[in-house]
């Protein structure tokens, strides 16, 4: 069982203009791109272009990247969230469970379209941590 730190990256419908500027800047590679259209829930017509979710690879560190939907923008300030990825959901809800004391849930932890178990939340510090579970079978 691994647990991994990854800056993500919130953007305000500019997410693939920022994944190919780090394509350049950085020679990242991306390693995944899913926009909201390919969601089996996406949030409306007007978001289907929009990143949804893209992980970019520089040298052997990730970051991830996406577009915020419309009903979230995203303001100078809290563009960074730190993502915190295991491969075991209990492991993952314990991590959700500790940081949302005394901060403030913004999706509660569930199982969703794109993670085995998935909730995000804003600290007591003002931090926003998305804890994701990563799907064992990437064919789910």
């Not at 919130?10 to 190919?20: E, K, L, P, R, S």
């Not at 178990?117 to 990563?134: H, Q």
């Amino acid at each position: 069982m691994s647990v991994k730190v990854i800056p993500y990256l919130m953007m305000n419908g500019n997410a693939n203009d920022a994944i190919q500027f780090y394509e350049q800047a950085l020679n990242a590679s991306v390693t995944t791109l899913v926009t909201y259209g390919d969601m089996p829930d996406f949030p409306s017509e007007d978001t289907s272009n929009l990143i949804a979710h893209a992980q970019l690879k520089v040298g052997e560190s990730l970051f991830m990247i996406s577009d915020s939907p419309s009903t979230s923008p995203v303001q100078q300030g809290n563009q960074v969230t730190i993502c915190i990825s295991s491969t075991d959901p209990k492991k993952s809800e314990r991590y959700f469970t500790a940081l949302k004391q005394g901060g403030t849930v913004k999706m509660p932890f569930q199982k969703t379209s794109f993670s085995d178990a998935y909730g995000s939340l804003v600290d007591k510090f003002g931090v926003t941590f998305l804890i994701d579970t990563e799907k064992q079978n990437a064919n789910e």
